[in-house]
């Protein structure tokens, strides 16, 4: 499946259900499988929601997107695993470094995010499938 399929809605669902962080795997940049290169679409909604996340008091490293080759299943194992080892450090949503707010009200501020997604995109959409190239556009895409 295409890192582009997953939606923004999946994201946060995920993490109003108590998951503690959300891990998003998809090929390379620019060696996209389908016409879309949905990578970005995928990468862009990250950069945009990993912002959300902050500003609701969310640790942003929470959310992780990575991008390689079916054939590197060492990188990935690495990835996945550092991203465990992340998680864990965090600890359990509203109780983690950097969240100074509780359990109960980050799940209401997700909710009410979820309720803006498809504002979000309808207003992001142009943003949304812009393919950048390197750390800086990507920094400053979303602000």
Known sequence: ??????????????????I??????????DECNYITHGNYYAL???????KILEHIGMNPERLRIEFMSGSEGNLFVEVV????RK??????IGEGEGEGI???EIQSKLQEVEKLVPY?????????????????EQDSLFT
């Open 44 to 50: 862009n909604m990250v950069l945009l929601y990993k």
């Open 87 to 92: 998680v864990k450090e965090l600890g359990p």
């Open 102 to 104: 509780g359990k109960k």
């Open 120 to 136: 979000i995109k309808l207003v992001k959409k142009e943003k949304l499938s812009v393919r950048l190239k390197n750390k800086i």
């Open 20 to 29: 503690d962080g959300v891990f998003i795997g998809g090929c390379r940049l």
């Open 81 to 84: 695993n550092d991203f465990v």
């Open 1 to 18: 499946m295409c890192s582009g399929r997953v939606d923004p809605a999946h994201v946060l669902r995920a993490f109003s259900n108590g």
